[in-house]
């Protein structure tokens, strides 16, 4: 029960920040960005049971359906909105806060050079612009907004926008 609830909180959340949606029956019948995280919720359940290979399996459906890849380890909070989803992977040990938005063609993923804790945390309220690169096991803090196209290498503080390559322009 309490994950139907979810279900419908994040999709009324779609319906508040997204002006091209009518109405819940179509965000649920039509989004990839919800769908994906039913897939999710179920493989994410999977994983912390340790049934790893169906959860792997779960999360590759998933991606089969929506072109979006959400490791099952990945931990995600309340009311994401991934918009126009095709082309987002999340990594395994990312971890995203409450009432984040995330758009199409960008990652949450690892640089290749760490072993344990490799992909980043994203506060909440974060904004990840479309094409944008967050790599490594980094910390981007609340009210944070990614600009399209970004690569994000290092910790970002709260309430800030960042635009090409790290440089931080300013605060929210």
Do not use: W
């Not at 089969?64 to 918009?83: M, Q, S, V, Y």
């Not at 094409?131 to 994000?152: E, F, H, R, Y």
């Amino acid at each position: 029960m309490k994950c139907l609830k979810e279900l419908y909180e994040d999709a009324k959340n779609i319906m508040k920040k997204d002006p091209a949606a009518r109405n819940i029956l179509e965000i649920l019948i039509l989004y990839p960005g919800f769908h994906i995280l039913i897939f999710h919720r179920i493989a994410h359940f999977l994983y912390r049971k340790k049934f790893l290979f169906l959860a792997r399996l779960i999360s590759q459906i998933g991606r089969f359906f929506t072109g979006i890849e959400i490791h099952p380890g990945a931990k995600i909070g309340r009311r994401l909105f991934i918009d126009h989803g095709m082309g987002i992977v999340i990594g395994e040990t990312a971890t995203i806060g409450n009432d984040c938005t995330i758009y199409h063609n960008s990652t949450l993923g690892g640089t290749g050079k760490d072993k344990y804790k490799r992909h980043p945390d994203l506060g909440n309220c974060v904004m990840v612009g479309a094409g944008s690169k967050v790599l490594g096991p980094i910390k981007i803090g609340n009210n944070v907004k990614i600009g399209a196209n970004s690569t994000v290498l290092t910790d970002i503080p709260n309430n800030s926008t960042v635009v090409e390559c790290n440089r931080i322009i300013g605060k929210n």
